[in-house]
């Protein structure tokens, strides 16, 4: 996943990437990264799939298991994840969610206090515009993102995400497509990934998500309609 992002970035439209700090290959992660510092790092925060860096526990399989459950042991491990990046001379300059628990009301409050806290300028809003197939997972999510502080002042309609209901799957083909709903800060969400062997269940294409985010014609979209690509840290949260 790691390689993806910065070939994608190398080579491609990416500006910005997130790293697991609970994830199993963390380490060569951040070594890759550390070489590449114009690629902005930011911690994916991890509730569920991995092990929890304050206790060694499994995390509950999924986002569902971790709803009907009962934690109060959330801020201690969201603190530890940022910590771990920040030791691992990564400048951190946002903050998202594994399957977007960080949308989670009682969730997002405590990510809102550590970004101000650390000093991190961006938390992603999940409102996603143009996907395909929207499920009523992805309903809810663009209903708690329309609804979700942290906005910047006077942007309250104008912080969007493209990309979150089909990343994974994306080709540039489709990019272009989503291109038509970028408006205000818009944020594409993607996996690009080179040769990855775990987290089979997902059943993402993470090589042709590579090739389409490196492919000109994406770039050359983005020059024709006129929008900025920005890190970021080029924006307030």
Known sequence: MTEGAIRAHRDGIVTACSIVANGRAFDDAAARLRDVPS????????????????????MPRNYLRFILGRRTDIEPELRAQIEKVLAAGLRVTHLNGHQHLHMLPRVRRVVERLARQYGIG????????????????????????????????????????IGVAEAGH??????????????????????????VTGYAHWRYQWDEETRALCDPRVREAIERNGIERIAPSAKER
Do not use: C, K
Request: proline residues 5%; without cysteine; positive net charge.
């Open 122 to 161: 961006y938390v992603r809003v999940v409102h996603d515009r143009g996907g395909r197939g929207r499920r009523w997972s992805m309903a809810m999510l663009n209903r708690v993102g329309a609804a979700a502080p942290g906005r910047p002042a006077g942007e309250s309609a104008r912080r969007y995400t």
């Open 39 to 58: 690629l902005e790092v930011g911690v994916h925060l991890a509730l569920v799939e991995e092990r929890a860096l304050t206790t060694g526990a499994p």
């Open 170 to 195: 994306l080709t540039a083909a489709r990019i272009i497509e989503l291109l038509d709903y970028v408006e205000g800060v818009t944020e594409l969400v993607a996996h690009p990934g080179v040769g």
